[in-house]
């Protein structure tokens, strides 16, 4: 698995932003969003049940993240079609403020080597990728387990002091000055 310090890969995927057919579909590369963090999460599979809760958690969030100079992109292995369908169907869904990327060839998914071998899907993985492309945080949970959007933000604001942040900082409270 790619991890801290590493570039994030190069990708262009389709990604669902809309419900309505005519102009829900848009191409999303590594270079869509210049200067700017990105949090890229996967979730494993459309039409399931932890996954829906993430993604509405990530886009109750997301003028949190806009705040901080920040673009959320949600992915999965699914199609574009599928996206679109559940984010059709499912109430929570309906307005995300973020793409849905489709990584239906599984791509990025190997590349950052989180495709699960045994279940073929990618993993709930999260990452936070500075403006350089330099990836500077990792979290992935079981698939059977819901992450935190509020810690990967938490984290986020942490990575933005460029500065040492003790355990449970949070935006706001001191930083550590060494002396």
């Known amino acids: 698995m790619l991890s801290i310090g590493q570039r994030f890969p190069e990708f262009s995927l389709t990604g669902v932003v ?4 005519s102009n829900a579909f848009q191409t999303f590369t590594d270079q869509s969003f210049p200067d700017k963090w990105l949090v890229v999460f996967f979730w494993p599979k459309d039409f399931t049940f ?5 993604i509405a958690a990530f886009g109750q969030l ?3 993240f806009q705040e901080r100079d920040a673009q959320v992109l949600g992915a999965s292995i699914d ?9 059709s ?3 929570e869904l309906r307005n995300l403020p973020f793409p849905m990327l489709s990584d239906i060839k599984r791509q990025l998914s190997m590349q950052l080597g989180i495709l699960d071998a ?3 899907v990618a993993q709930r993985a999260t990452f936070i990728v500075d403006p350089q492309g330099v990836i500077r945080f990792v979290y992935v949970t079981d698939l059977n387990v819901g992450r935190s959007p509020e810690e990967v933000l938490r984290v986020l604001d942490a990575l933005q ?3 040492l942040c003790p355990c449970n900082w949070k935006q706001g409270d ?3 000055k060494v002396a």
């Not at 809309?18 to 057919?21: A, T, Y």
């Not at 199609?79 to 679109?84: A, I, M, T």
Request: charged letters at 35%; one cysteine or more; glycine letters at 4%.
């Open 62 to 64: 997301e003028k949190a």
């Open 50 to 54: 932890v996954c829906p809760t993430e």
């Open 18 to 21: 809309s419900n309505d057919v």
């Open 89 to 91: 169907e499912k109430q």
């Open 79 to 87: 199609s574009e079609f599928v996206h679109l369908a559940w984010r």
């Open 118 to 120: 045994e279940a073929g």
């Open 161 to 163: 002091t460029d500065e």
């Open 174 to 176: 001191a930083t550590i």
